[in-house]
Antibody, heavy 118, light 109 residues
Framework: QVQLQESGPGLVKPSETLSLTCAVS?????????WGWIRQPPGKGLEWIGS???????YYNPSLKSRVTISVDTSKNQFSLKLSSVTAADTAVYYC???????????WGQGTMVTVSS | EIVLTQSPGTLSLSPGERATLSCRAS???????LAWYQQKPGQAPRLLIY???SRATGIPDRFSGSGSGTDFTLTISRLEPEDFAVYYC??????????FGQGTKLEIK
């Protein structure tokens, strides 16, 4: 079955760039679907960050667009998130997920906690 | 920007009872691009309903979604012990920010 697994540093310093990767197994990214990132601050709700189509088209939340880059590496069957100039407000569990629409997701990774602190 | 408001914030019910969760949008949600997710502690969200009323793959038929425009409802016909969780609605239209509601916590009474 389709599985997604996030990886990356659990601690990032303020003003630096957060970088995460999502490895996909059981499905070839190049075959279709959207691939997205969603985050959840501790004890709070969900926020869509952005998504990428298998062709490379990207969709970003306007509130984060200036700081977000999502890319795909079909040779490794993975996609990545970069969030620049992070602050404590970016501390959250970050989920990667498969989307049937750019902003709606049917299969999720387990999530990875990222803390922004010096 | 469409804001989704879920009610109640917390719903206390017993297994076997019927649960009705509400999601109200500040503007009409285009083409019923409304989804419901279930999230248990320490787990990722799980898609339950999309297109306001279509069940996702593998979701039991005790879960149903309804509504259109600005008012949407998730109904769980007969609560099982595993249904106690937090539920989020989300609008995902092409002009949206993919915003989620603040969640309804369904707890055991």
């Amino acid at each position: 079955q389709v599985q997604l697994q996030e990886s990356g540093p659990g601690l990032v310093k303020p003003s630096e760039t957060l970088s995460l990767t999502c490895a996909v197994s059981g499905y070839s990214i190049s075959s279709g679907y959207y691939w997205g990132w969603i985050r959840q601050p501790p004890g709070k709700g969900l926020e869509w960050i952005g998504s990428i189509y298998h062709s490379g088209s990207t969709y970003y939340n306007p509130s984060l667009k200036s700081r977000v880059t999502i890319s795909v590496d079909t040779s490794k069957n993975q996609f990545s998130l970069k969030l620049s100039s992070v602050t404590a407000a970016d501390t959250a569990v970050y989920y990667c997920a498969r989307g049937f629409f750019p902003r709606a997701f049917d299969i999720w990774g387990q999530g990875t906690m990222v803390t922004v602190s010096s | 920007e469409i804001v989704l408001t879920q009610s109640p914030g917390t719903l206390s019910l017993s297994p076997g009872e019927r649960a009705t969760l509400s999601c109200r949008a500040s503007q009409s949600v285009s083409s019923s691009y409304l989804a419901w997710y279930q999230q248990k502690p320490g787990q990722a969200p799980r898609l339950l309903i999309y297109g306001a009323s279509s069940r996702a793959t593998g979701i039991p038929d005790r879960f149903s979604g309804s509504g259109s425009g600005t008012d949407f409802t998730l109904t769980i016909s007969r609560l099982e012990p595993e249904d106690f969780a937090v539920y989020y609605c989300q609008q995902y239209g092409s002009s949206s920010r993919g915003t989620f509601g603040q969640g309804t916590k369904l707890e055991i009474k």
